[in-house]
């Protein structure tokens, strides 16, 4: 089976959200790099703005067909966090003859991949929730407006329980106590019958609060209730309990569920919770084209994107990769940082699943599942975040996420292999080494990198990035080489040097010439 | 589970392959068409060459994903068919670095199709069989020839069983019976006992053939056999039963396996059998496209490529669409032509599936997988074969796929939505319709379809077929009111008129000016 509908968890995922104390996630995607491998389009002397080009241009007509969200919540009594973790599977599943008919490119390496993880298939292409950007979501409201306008109105929408109102026990007035009785009977019948929906009598808003309040503080264990007017008969809708973290798209939902599960994103976005995610780049490029719009060109424009659906973003690759944990952590992958965060002088934090949510062993194997992939992620954020706290005069265990000590991580996201530049500066300028020790080479086909050595082999030390099959930038130890360097090949014929100030200029002024697209 | 393993089943497909009087086949694709629109790509005016050019364009990008396979054996004496389907999963599985990492796009709307259908994704993507085309094969074979000179030769490689010696009731002379009965026994243990495989006493490669001879003779049920030598042991390898038609990939097998299913393919190809497929151009494309080379550029190129890979083809929707049949069906849709090919004046053929091999039963509603549309495709032809009979004095209930009725539909197939060219011919020149009656109207982006009918009402009755959205062609009813036409559009200044002649000498003079590529 394949867990509880979508449509029914949905509140579910509003109160994880809204209770939270940060959020991790984490995507999977149908594939990597559509240019002919990875390293061809990840040169270690990228700009940023090269980089963001590259991956855009060739990354993002893959799928992320599953997303994985787990909640933190910080228990001050019990000093553990309490986590509850979602799978969704998702497919762009057309609705209609006028909604677009979605192509996506797979990656054979990225599907053996997680196939031989035991991902299943079907649950995205047999049982995905769909999902609109914001463009398509507009479209939509109008042509069901236009519908809605036409039609005499029917059918009930259901109306969610607001996330805020699930907290606290219920201080139910004398006058309203028998009728709340009756309706917690009602319910209490459910547990033993198939029946799922209980009719209420007519009542105000005030008594429906409070059936939301007794309801929620009676049956903490993941029961969630919604209500329902059905030919003008109001429902209690009952969802017993959540037994896997796994969502699916049910045949019966509406249309207007098309939105789907970028509701989940949007609840995301405007809880303005600290989003934690590792080499997370990927993932928050995909998450914004495929839910709010496609990508704008420009580097400046998208990290302005950026920060209105993620205000706050924390990488823990680029955390492990800058001090004080640079020096203490010597592989970043995250199966990696996750072991050595569980040993000294890091300690593994107090973490356990709120009740009818999957709770993971990390010292199993575990299938390679997006929520895994993001409680493991979260965990690794407390033990660093915690780790800072030894440091305080007196040391503190207990480093929250909203503490000024994870301030200097925010908004900055790691960037695979470029030599000089740690991350992208989603909030503000980025880093701009001056690459005064950087030649731009360009040489005959048949050179290989052994070439290149033997060419500068009276500068010292030379590190070689690939641009292309014709050229590569080499970086000298010392800056003051540069000049002897350039005169030397002032006569040469096969190849070519120019120092990386004036293969800036250069390419910027191709730019220049070319017309505006 | 998932049938039996892809090596095991070789030698059943082989042997069918060989049997058969002819063979049907059918694929499903992870998508149709990344244009914009499947109609915005099919032009009702469309030459054969610009067809095949948007084909190639368009389509060749998606993924051949399962192929079904439905031999025919004609059975004279109780007069009816014997198939054998096979359903075959396929996937580009990497095998190691070196290996290519291919990508392929998916159309949402195909792949919700095949999900509404039943479709089984985790056998494509989990339990696919890979695929070599032949110059990844070469590449290949000379890696491990070169892997093989290095080490010692140790491990066996399997040899299989040749197809041309499963025929036929064993001889087998007095000195070798006692032989011969010693492995019977011992196979006819292996029923009652999980093993799978029995050591052979030393012997000769007659002896082994007398072995297969025996075995196939005495157990016809899908009872398979091969031998295997192991550090030195001659093994024989037998396969019970085949219980289902699908087949996957083991993780045991090995990197000389990797050709996969092109083998498949080689045999359908070396037997030289005629194949039959419905509306089968793209199945065409795509399996050249797969398991032998890219796509020529050019058409007549593919046409050569095509009859050596299938000297022999038979399109079904282009017979239903052809005289006789053509007044006798009204929907050549696959679904609607096996029903009305089942009733009068046609009638359904005796078909039978043999032992061991999966029967369908057409009157209900099956699962749409490749092996059932191929079995269906193969029914059919064999009906409308059939009624051609009935033509004959004195008339012939039965016509065998070597009759020389069928022969004028070889080779020609189906073009989808062209209004004057029902066929690609693969084995000669395309018929080339005058379209004399034919104009070429250029007009601004606001025209509608209603703009040109109401240009054209002094012409009688038109038939429009959109070019883009500023371009059409329109076609008259009659063809000396071309030139009035042209005459009244002379002094137009929003709209433009060539005839059909003109704007394909344009085209012609337009191609000529680009540099070849
Ligand atoms: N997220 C992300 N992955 C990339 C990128 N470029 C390549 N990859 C691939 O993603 C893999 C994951 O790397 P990493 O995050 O360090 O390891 P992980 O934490 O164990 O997943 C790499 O090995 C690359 O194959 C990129 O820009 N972003
Ligand atoms: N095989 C094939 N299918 C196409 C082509 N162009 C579009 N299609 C799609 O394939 C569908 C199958 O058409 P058809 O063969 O007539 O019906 P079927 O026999 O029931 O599959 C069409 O409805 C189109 O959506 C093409 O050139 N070849």
Redesign the interface.
């Given at each position: 089976t394949y867990g509880i509908p979508f449509k029914d968890c949905l509140i579910l995922v509003y109160t994880a959200i809204e209770e939270a104390d940060f959020l991790a996630i984490d995507g999977e995607f149908?594939?990597i790099s559509?240019g002919p491998?990875v390293s061809a389009l990840t040169n270690g002397l990228d700009t940023p703005e090269e980089r963001y080009t590259k991956l855009k241009k060739h990354s993002m007509d893959f799928?992320l067909f599953q997303f994985g969200l787990c909640t933190f919540k910080y228990d001050q009594k019990d000093a553990k966090y309490v986590t509850k973790t979602f799978n969704f599977y998702i497919?762009?599943?057309?609705f209609n003859r006028t909604s677009p008919?979605?192509?996506?490119?797979?990656?054979?390496?990225s599907?053996?991949f997680?196939?031989s993880q035991g991902?299943?298939?079907?649950k995205?292409?047999?049982h995905g929730i769909p999902y609109l950007n914001h463009e398509e979501e507009a479209q939509l409201r109008e042509q069901t407006e236009e519908k809605r306008s036409q039609q005499a109105n029917g059918v009930g929408t259901p109306s969610y329980i607001s996330p805020s109102c699930s907290k606290g026990p219920a201080h139910v007035p004398d006058e309203h106590k028998d009728f709340i009785n009756r309706v917690v009977e009602k319910v209490e019948a459910l547990f033993s019958s198939t029946e799922k929906t209980v009719d209420l009598e007519p009542c105000t808003g005030f008594q429906r609060k409070l059936i939301y309040q007794t309801l929620n503080w009676k049956f903490p264990k993941g029961l969630h209730v919604e209500t329902m007017e059905i030919d003008k008969v109001v429902k209690l809708n009952v969802c017993l309990r959540l037994l896997a973290c796994d969502f699916y798209w049910s045949k019966g939902m509406q249309l207007n569920d098309a939105v789907g599960f970028s509701r989940v994103i949007h609840a995301i976005s405007k809880s303005g919770k600290l989003v934690v995610g590792h080499n997370m780049l990927l993932d928050v490029m995909h998450t914004i084209h495929q839910f709010y719009c496609p990508l704008p060109n420009d580097l400046q424009d998208f990290k302005e994107v950026t920060m209105c659906v993620f205000p706050r973003l924390l990488d823990t690759k680029l955390m492990a990769s800058t001090q004080p944990f640079k020096d203490l952590i010597n592989n970043t992958s995250l199966a990696e940082l996750e072991k050595q965060l569980n040993e000294s002088p890091f300690k593994a934090p107090q973490i356990e699943a709120a009740e009818g949510f999957p709770s993971y062993n990390t010292a199993k194997e575990q299938l390679h599942e997006a929520g895994y992939d993001a409680y493991i992620t979260g965990r690794c954020f407390i033990s660093m975040a915690n780790f800072l706290g030894s440091f305080l005069t007196p040391p503190k265990a207990y480093v929250s996420a909203h503490s000024k000590l994870i301030e200097p991580f925010y908004n900055k996201l790691f960037l695979m292999r470029i030599i000089d530049i740690p991350y992208l500066n989603i909030a503000g300028p980025d880093l701009q080494p001056k690459r005064d020790n950087v030649l731009y080479v360009t040489f005959p086909k048949e050179w290989k990198t052994s070439d290149l050595y033997q060419l500068f082999s009276a500068f010292g030390n030379i590190q070689v990035s690939w641009v292309d099959d014709t050229s590569a930038f080499v970086s000298l130890s010392q800056t003051d080489q540069v000049q002897i360097a350039m005169n030397t090949s002032r006569y040469a014929e096969s190849y070519k040097i120019q120092t990386y100030a004036e293969y800036i200029q250069g390419r910027q002024q191709e730019k220049e010439k070319q017309p505006p697209t």
């Open positions: 149908s594939g559509d491998s799928l497919f762009p599943k057309p008919d979605i192509k996506f490119i797979c990656q054979s390496s599907i053996d997680l196939a991902f299943d298939f079907n995205v292409f047999c």
